[in-house]
Structure formats: C-alpha cells, structure tokens
C-alpha cells in the first residue's frame, strides 16, 4: 500500500519461488488460525484412519450389539453415538468409515490434479491448436451435467456384479468404490485446468521463462523446471478443495443409494439410516457431522493456504 | 496574514500492517503558497503520494493519520467532521492520480462518473450537471466533448483518460491539486502534452498545484518550489534556483540520475534501496546511502533548519559541504 | 443487430457440444448391456419371448448407430420416447416434473442472490470485524455442510421435533396442511416449499456471500474507489454505486450457472424431501437405467446450461462495457 507509486516492476522478482518463500508462507499460514485447525482435524482424521483397528470397540461390520439386545439404542458411554437398527455400533463404524473418506480424498484427488496439470499446463504453455482442442474438450465436461452422470455410471457398474475386492500388495482394493472414485474425479478436472492454464500464460509471457527459452531449452524441460514449480502454490489450494469436494460428491452418490455396499462409508451409514431417522437420528446425524467436519477441515486448510499465498487480501 | 493556501506541520501517518507499523510520513513539515506550483519529490515510497492522500484525508486502511497540523486556508483540516470533508474534497481540494485507466470506474459512463461529482457538492439538476461536465471536459481540450459523455473510459487512449481525470479534479474549480505523477504511466510524446495543459491550466485560472514526481526534469520545467521528501522525512525545501546551486545531498543524487541531453556526464543511480519503513535507520535516513555520510549522521537526527532565504535543509554536513 | 448475429452464432456454437454429449451419454448407456434383461430381472415369469418383443417394441435390438440416428431423428422432433417403466412418454414425465423443480430452485435461487448481497458488502467494507468474522466463518461452514444433510437436520428438528413443517412432498395430499388452522391451497404449497427452500438457499447463499466479500475487497483497493473518494463522493454511494457493480461480476456468473444447473434439480435435496422435481426423478431413473427417461432428462438438462450460459454472456456484456459480444 505503501509502494502505491509504482504498482509494477515491484512483482517482478516474487515470480520464481525459492524455498525461503515457502518458509514465509509457512510462517504466515501459521498465523492463520482457521488453517491450523482445519490442518489439526485433518491430522487427527489420518490418525484415526491408520489406528483404526486399535481405536473402535468393534470391528468393521461386527453386530455385537445386536445380539447384546442393544440395536437401535442412543448414544451411551458403551456406545457414545449410539446403535443402529441394524445393531451396529455407530462409533466404531465412524472410525472404520474414515479410511474409506480419506481413500476417495486421496485417490480422486491425485487423479483430478494429475489431468488438472497435464491439460492446464499443456494448453497455457503449447498454446495452439494443441490449446484449441483441450480447451473444446474441457467445456463439454463443464457444462456435463456431471453428478447425473456419475449415479448412472455407477448404477451400471453396480449391475455389472463385479468381484467386491481386488488384492493388491496384498491391500484389498474395494472395486466399485474405486470406480466411483475414478468417475468423480474424471469430472473433477475441467474447472481447475483452466485455472492453471489461465496462470501458466501469465507466466508464459515472464522474462525468466523468455530467458530459458532463448538459452534453448525445450518446452518440455521448461515446463517441467520453470512452470510447474511456479504454479506448485496454486495447485496446492486447488486440490486441497478437490479433496473436500471428491468427499462431499462420495456422500451424496453413496447417500443415494449408488454407493459400494461392500464398504461402510460414512455416506452409505446415512443412506441406511435414513428411512430410521425419526427414531435412531444418532446413526443419521454422527455420519453427517462427520462428512461436514472433514469437507470443513479441507476448506479451512485450502483457505488458509491461499491466504498465506497472497497476504495481498489480507494485507 | 499568511500567503499559504497550506502549511503542513509535524505530520505523522502510520500504516498498521502485520508486518508492523510503517511509518509512512514521520513528522512532515512544508508550506504551499497560494498560486504557486510545487514540485514533491522523492523515490518510491518516500511518501509523496499519502501526503496528498493525508490533506484529503483519504488514507486507505490500514493508514492512519496519527499526529501533526493540516491547515488549509488556515482552517485546520484535521479538527473537521468527516461530513464537512467530504465537501472539501473534489470542491477546494482535487488529486490526479498516476495511472489514468485504473482511475476511472470501467462500468460507468464518463458523463455518469463525472456528473455524480458535480451533482454532490451543488444543488443541480442532471443536465446542469451534464453541462458542467463538459465545460471541464472543454478546458482540458477533449475533442468531442459532448460525445464523450456516453462513452466509457476504455473507448479512450491513456493520454485523453489522462485529461478527462484532469477535467474531474477541476470540475469545482478546486483551489488546490494534487497531480500524484499524472504523467508516468502515459508515453513520452503524450507526457509532454499533460504537461503542457497542466502549466496552462495553472497560468489560467490561478490554481495551487502540487506536483508529485520523481522526475527532476518535470519539476525543472513547472515548478518554482520544491519540497524532497525522503523515508517519510523532509530532506530539503527551496527554490529550484537553491536547490540546483547547494543541493541536499540526497537531491544532489536524484539530480545525477535525470538524463540529461546537454550534458556528457555519467549518469549515477543511488546505491542501495529506500529503506524498510517499519524499523527506519537511526539518525539521518538518508545516511546509509550517503556518500559523505559520517558517524554523526547515524546517530543524530539532523532538524529541518533554514539556511539562508527560505532554503530548509535537513543535513548535518549541509554547511561544510557547501563551503559555510 | 449485432446482438442477434451473436446469439445465432452461439446457438449453432451450442450444436457441436449437444451432439457430442448425446453421444458420450448413449454409448455409456449401450456399454450397460441389456436395459430389458435390467428391467425384467425380477420378474421370474417373464419369458424369453416376451423379453425379444419387448426389445423390438422399443427398438434395442437394432445396431448402435441405427439406434442413436433414431433417437437423434426424435429428438430433433422434442420427442424423447418412452420410459421403460409405467409406459409414460419422457416428454409427459419431465412436464410432470420440471416446474416443481423449477419453482423451488429459482426461489432459492433469488432468494440467495438477493441476500448475499448486504452481507458480502458488509463484510467486506467491515473487514476484520465481529460481524465479519462471523459470517466468514458461518460461509465456509455453510459449503462444507452436505447440503442434503442440512436437510436432514432439518427435517429432524423442524418436522420430528416440533412438527412445525411437513418433512416431505410438495403438497399436502389427501389433506391440506393447516398453517394457523387454515386450509389453504396457497398456504400449503409455502408450507411444503418453506423447508427445501430454506435449505437450497443457505447453501448457495455460502458461496454468495464468499465470492462477493472477495470481489468487494478486491474492488475497494482499485484507485478509482479512491478517486470517488477524492472527489467527496459519500461512502455509501461508493459502495453500492461504484464498487458494487464491479464486484457483482463473478457473482452474476455464478447465477447463470446456477440457474443452468437448477433444472437438474439437486438431486441429494430432493430425494431428503420427497420433492417431486426432476433432481429426484433422475435419481429414480438411474436406478433402474431407464434410459429413455436418463437421455431425455439430460439432454434437457445440457441444452439448459447452454442457454443460462449464453443469457449469463449477454447480461454480462450490457453490465461490463468492456466485454462485448461481437
């Protein structure tokens, strides 16, 4: 505010990121109180993911409850969010659920952003008829009706009578949920690769990249050394948000009834216990509570980001 | 009486950051004599421009005004309500602005933005207001006046965007303005023909200009007076005769890197930065890129001292410098 | 003149990306496999027979590009064919469907719009504040919250609690629900809107209010706020004359989209609420892959976004002097 003599030239050295500047951004964002809480639940929600198995009462789909004659009981200190109809322990069925959450978060995540930059930076930096093509293609998926499409594609695969698990690493891969997850992040992309591609020729134009190129570096080198680095920030928020919503969008496909029955997540807990709400609402509110504390959590962390990113907007 | 239509005195703004507190303008003192143009000079960051900003009281957050006297026709600005401000400024007080395109509202009309002004401060109707307008829009020398009216500020070139804010401060017939280095951002051609209304301007209907530069040469050619602000501080106050002849040694600097077409000698920027503003240097600000700089300077903030026929110099080797 | 050459332009602009997604959703579909074998699976009397009558009935076992043309050729004729389920023609069923959808989108629709825009002005001219801490925080609260979950809570407070509102449908049938102890048609259809409405319009007021108060910061920065400022313009008139026509930009965007996407219902909210629209009549489609009824709804859906896009492109450009639409 200060410098408001001279608004350009100032800017100009701030384009290439040292790791000092990450340490000011770190700095920053630890100011920001908001982030450091959404980055606390998040903390907290992949601890309780990996200890799953040693925090619940109960294992996954275990119906003890049920034939303790406690199904469909208020949250208790035995069961402090209660049972099900059904007689499972919600707690612990929470716990295991959270493994699912952080699953579709991750998985869709690496993939939305992974074709997020390849067509973002691709289209921003070869331009062209390259940009022409990629950008025609990236408006037929914004303007795709995409949840709509997203229940039938799972709704056939469902049909399709998969086998429920595939081993990997000898890790079992819950198929139809990683279908989902495939199809939701496929849909996740248009929007945020023209972000990036909006950015990346900005940057274009930016002696450094002039300069690199005019030393004859190729355009695959400079995209990879010069412009990816430089929109690493960006990214980070964007898919920070991607994490939120591939967690939001599982909840509703799974809450409409598309989801995998072969595994528990906390959207197929409220489908289950939806038609029992007026007298069980605990197996219908703690799963809620749970897809909003985590969406939450990456919103506050993405939000923080781009806050310690340009302190500009907050100055 | 007095001749000043302004005399600012001991003026403090302050910027509340996060970072800390940025002492924009610590303890300003200088006069404007009525009818008079004068040149504020200063790097980027010395302050120029919220001195403008602090007469108008318009500092935008998180500014303050913290301490020291405005006054303004010897009415003391500070004391008013933000209400009787309000009618000051654009009436008695007026500020050109630096960059012309992002000055004017891009989704308004030229008339609508401009009309709006007038229609504030007198009790007119629209196309009284309308009239007025193009009066202003006239005595800038806009062809089409009327036309312009209706259009919208990116149908013009920087040059003309340049005139019709010119034609906005004028349009109440101010008594003081503000031009916050109205000719920066225009090209080179176009900045000598900004520069040539200004000075008619001025010569014609009797206005008190003050000329925000960091362009020497700019101040050569319009100003009598000159006020060289540095770090938020008044390094140097005189007449351009004085401050050619026994520069400051700041001023001395700024004069060595104007390009200059009579002259073979090389031009010298200043070494190093203008200083952070939230911990300032200690004694003169100006010391650390000194070149006669001495140990005093460092420890001892020079005053701001008249040495001789209005010449106010702020340095402690002014005197010995300059063979006194 | 200029205007009509435009929107011609867009609308022939529109063909290629209809065709295209046409396409991409009847080759998903086709992937499927068999929608009679899907549709009778649970019917153990049907015969063989019977299932390859059905399947010449509504053509399926013609070839894939036969098929698509057929459809095209129909469609070209707003003609979206039948459903697979209860013998309706799509055309009736989205009828059916589409103004109940439409009536509750574009209420909360507006009513976001128009509420968003003190508390976004308000929170960003009052940055830092009490009141701007609040209602930041309440908006990212409020789109991380599951829109359909709100309804839940909802319906769970509102309805199982107090039982102030009906949980579900958009009329009272058989009986009128009394507001006061009146029975009226009018009131009933208030009744029934009030919750669904509420909820649609607390979430889009989220985004609303977030992406005003970042436009409106944005815009307050810019020298000609400040040269409205310099000239005595009052602060108020700055604010909701100057700096509020350039921040509402994004804003008007959102709506268009938002509109675009409105008749597609909201799919999750609808089926909370047993809201007879088109959102909950796809998901019900979706289930049993009733194709002709998924194509049909889609297809709608897609032509609709286009045309909020090109509406949201002209209001843009009568808003923005600087966008044209030559």
Redesign the interface.
Known sequence: MVNSEQPNGKNENATRRSASQWAVAWRRFKKHKSGLFGLGMIVILVFIAVFHSFIAPYPPGSLDPLYEGEAGQPPSWKHPFGTTIGGSDVYSELIHGSVWTLYVAIIATVIAMLITMVVGISSGYLGGYIDDILMRITEVFLVFPSLLLILVFSRIYQLMNPEPFWKFLGISIPVNLTTIVLIVALFAWAGNARVIRGEVMALKEKEFIQAAKSLGASSRWIMLRHILPNVLPQTIVIATLTMASAVLIEAVVSFLGFGDINTNTWGRMMEESFQYMSTTWWAEVFPGLAVFLTVLAFNLVGDGISDALNPRLRE | MSMNLLEIENLKTYFFTEAGVVKALDGVTFNVEKGCTIGLVGESGSGKSVTAQSVLRIVPRPGRIVGGKILFNGEDILAKKESEMRSYRGKKISLIFQDPTSSLNPVFTIGNQLSDIVMQHNRVKKDEAAEAVVKALKLVKLPDPEEALTRYPHQFSGGMKQRICIARALLLNPDLLFADEPTTNLDVTIQAQIIALLVDLQKNIGLTLVMITHDMGIVTQMCKCVVVLYAGKVMEIGSIEKIFEMPHPYTEALLKAVPRLDQTRKLISIPGNIPNLIEPPSGCRFHPRCQYAVERCKEEVPPLQDVGGGHMISCHRWRELNGG | MGLVKYVIRRLLYMIP?IL??SI??FL??Y???DPIQ?ATAGNPSITEAQRQFLRQYYGLDDPLHVQYFRWLDHFLHLDFGMSLYGGKPVNEIIATYFWETLKLQLVSILLAFAISIPIGVYSAVK?RSIFDYLFS?IS??G????V??LG??F??VFS?QLGLLPSSGAHGAPKLWPVFGIEHPLLDELVHLAMPATVLTLASLAYNTRLLR?GM??VM????I?????????EK?ILFK?AL??AIMPLITLLGLSIG?AI?GA??TE??FSWPGLGRA??TA??R?DFPL?MG??MI??IM??VA?LITDISYAS????VSIE
Do not use: C, H, W
Request: charged share 10%; no cysteine.
């Open positions: 990306l295209g997604i991409v959703v998903v579909m992937a499927a496999g899907i940055q925080g990212i609260a789109i991380s919250f599951p359909f979950f839940i809570v319906i769970l199982f970042a910061l944005e920065r810019q020298d000609y400040m040269a409205a400022r310099a000239s005595g313009i009052p008139k100057y026509k350039n996407f597609g799919p999750a089926t909370v796809y998901v979706a289930q892959l998924i709804i889609t859906i897609t976004i286009l896009n808003i923005d002097p600087r």
